[in-house]
């Protein structure tokens, strides 16, 4: 099997084990109810940990970032949603993601290339096949931190100027799906970056 075919397989298992405290998290607060949000995160983290411990699988950073992201901002919402305005609210849990990404991408394994090696198993292991592949994933780990920073100032534009919410809100979610979309086409963001690497 080609490193491409590999490396372009679904997530979900890795997905669901990493993103998952986040997304109760998300999904709770998009539903309004932020009051079982936090309580159903700490539920998930709690038998994650015990899964994984059970497993002897440990805890590399990413699963303690994110998690601990999620419980974060389980926290934030329910201290901070009532003394803030919901778009500034926003730009708070953006710049957070921002400053996640941009952290997980100084790590000796990235975090995208953490989520990568969940998903392909041993496809991350041959360098031979991929020259340039640790760049390649630090530079799309601080894409993406750039994405939220730039979401953090848009929110804080439309909390500033509320004639631009529409638009806006519109172009933040259209934009998440977008990466969100990209994320699945790896082995070709792989090439592209390679390609722009090599006319330098």
Do not use: K
């Not at 986040?22 to 932020?34: I, N």
Request: charged fraction near 15%; proline fraction near 5%; aromatic fraction near 14%.
């Amino acid at each position: 099997m080609s490193f491409s075919s590999r490396l372009s397989r679904l997530p979900l298992r890795a997905i669901v084990q990493e993103f998952g405290g986040l997304a109760l998290v998300w999904v709770g607060e998009m539903a309004g109810l932020e009051a079982y949000a936090l309580p159903a995160s700490l539920a998930f983290v709690g038998v994650s940990a015990l899964h994984r411990y059970r497993r002897g699988a440990g805890f590399p950073p990413p699963w303690v970032a994110l998690n601990g992201g999620a419980i974060g901002f389980g926290l934030a919402s329910i201290l901070l949603r009532d003394r803030m305005s919901p778009d500034y609210f926003a730009a708070f849990c953006a710049a957070l993601m921002a400053g996640l990404f941009l952290w997980g991408s100084f790590w000796r394994i990235s975090l995208i290339e953490h989520l990568a090696r969940q998903r392909g198993g041993d496809a991350m292991q041959d360098r031979a096949e991929a020259p340039g592949i640790d760049r390649f994933f630090r530079f799309y780990t601080r894409i993406w931190g750039a994405f939220f920073a730039v979401r953090a100032l848009v929110f804080i534009d439309m909390a500033r100027m509320p004639a631009h919410h529409g638009p806006e809100a519109f172009v933040l979610r259209l934009s998440l799906v977008f990466m969100i979309a990209a994320s699945f086409f790896g082995p070709s963001l792989y090439r592209l970056h390679r390609a722009c690497q090599s006319t330098r």
